[in-house]
């Protein structure tokens, strides 16, 4: 392996640096590597390796579920959950921003994308919140780092490139990443009271909801959330496959949208089609050009190299999680979470089994780590969306950001060192 080998990832890096899209980046150092380095292959195998990463029927599952997304933030079902959060948690400290947190929890099952999750929240709750005496920096920052849950719980999109990538089962990633989102809402909840007594924000409601207000709200949001369980459930019975999972949770978001709750018209259809379109797009251009730059990387021997250096300098697997997560979180700063798993997976992974970790456990760190990444700077997609909605300067963020972003660490140190929080669902019912 000589260092014309890396002159892809350098120039990669280099173009990260520049600024340059993440996508157009990874197809730049690709096209050098067949174009100048490899000069044995045809030139074509760039574009026929993209065009076959994309001939997987799984793949599909990522158009369907956000699509489902999309067509649940035009059916009411988002504004149901707001009032059902609200219900359940507007009487603690801070309670707004508590409602922010467990609004994301909710969403989880429905958008699956951290993104997503963060700019429908930002229109939605910072205003509110900054009505109420919020700090809108403040506000900002908590819808940013609620957001990361999202696609932690099931059908997060990013556990199902995972489980693509990895070759491993989606509905033991799904169900693996329930606990781990559920706990990372608690932590959330916990560091917005602490800050919320400190700052002096108030509840939003005066007294804890009586149980007919909760139940009767509770009939109004029941149909968004028995949808993760019932995709759970399907999974686990064999009624349907992941990819027909996404194309179910479609025919039932119109469903409700059109027939229960009757808000879905015929003139929204076109809007739901061209969202769904420009978001999917947008994630699987990553992932034709990170699935040709892995390619490159495969040939060069890289992978195994790399595998190589860390199991012959680490021989102990929580010494080699936290290197992972240290790795990870460099990464993450530079790399949008889907085309960082597509890239590290396959570096990771055999290192991670040959230390006998489970590569379900390695999944949900990785995810969980990555989705970390996105609130954080430099480039943080989910903190970039959140503060050009609500124009707050950067500065301000991340003065704010801090406690969140500790409290996201702890919780991904908890992870690495229980592994039972990610596999005990996936072992006890598959």
Sequence with gaps: MTLLSFSPVILLFTLFALRVPIAVALLMATAVYFGFVNTFMPKETMI??????????????????TCAG??????????????LAELLFG?????????????????????????????????MIVPQMERLG???AFSTVVTAASACITPIIPPGIILILYALVADVS???????????????????????SIIARLKGYKPSRDSRAGLGEIMTQLGKS?????????????????????????????????????????????????????????ATAGVMFIICAANAFATYMTWEGIPAAFSNYLVGSIDNPLVLLLVINLLLLVIG???????????????????????GIDPIHLGIIMAVNLTI????????TMMFITISIAKVRMEDYIKQAWPFFIALVLMLALLTLVPAIALFLPETFL
């Design 48 to 65: 026929q390796t993209m065009v076959a990463s994309m001939e997987s029927f799984p793949y599909l599952a990522i158009p369907f579920f």
């Design 70 to 83: 999309v067509v649940f933030n035009y059916a009411g079902i988002t504004s149901r959950l707001m009032g």
């Design 91 to 123: 009487h603690m400290r801070g309670g707004m921003a508590q409602v922010n947190v467990a609004l994301s929890a909710m969403m989880g099952g429905i958008s699956g994308s951290a993104n997503a999750d963060a700019a429908m929240q930002t229109k």
């Design 134 to 136: 919020y700090d809108r």
């Design 170 to 192: 989606v509905a033991r990633m799904f169900l693996a990443g329930l606990l781990p989102g559920l706990l990372l809402c608690v932590m959330l909840m916990i560091t917005v």
């Design 222 to 278: 029941i149909w968004a959330l028995i949808l993760p369980f019932g995709i759970i459930m399907g999974l686990r019975f064999g009624v349907f496959t992941p990819t027909e999972a996404g194309a179910v949770s479609v025919v039932y978001a119109l469903f409700v949208g059109g027939v229960i709750y009757r808000e879905l018209k015929w003139s929204d259809l076109g809007k739901i089609v061209e969202e769904s379109v420009i």
């Design 333 to 355: 700063f530079f790399f949008e979470g889907g085309s960082a798993i597509i890239l590290m997976t396959p570096l990771l992974l055999p290192v991670a089994t040959q230390m």
């Design 373 to 380: 990444a996105g609130f954080t700077p430099p480039v943080g």
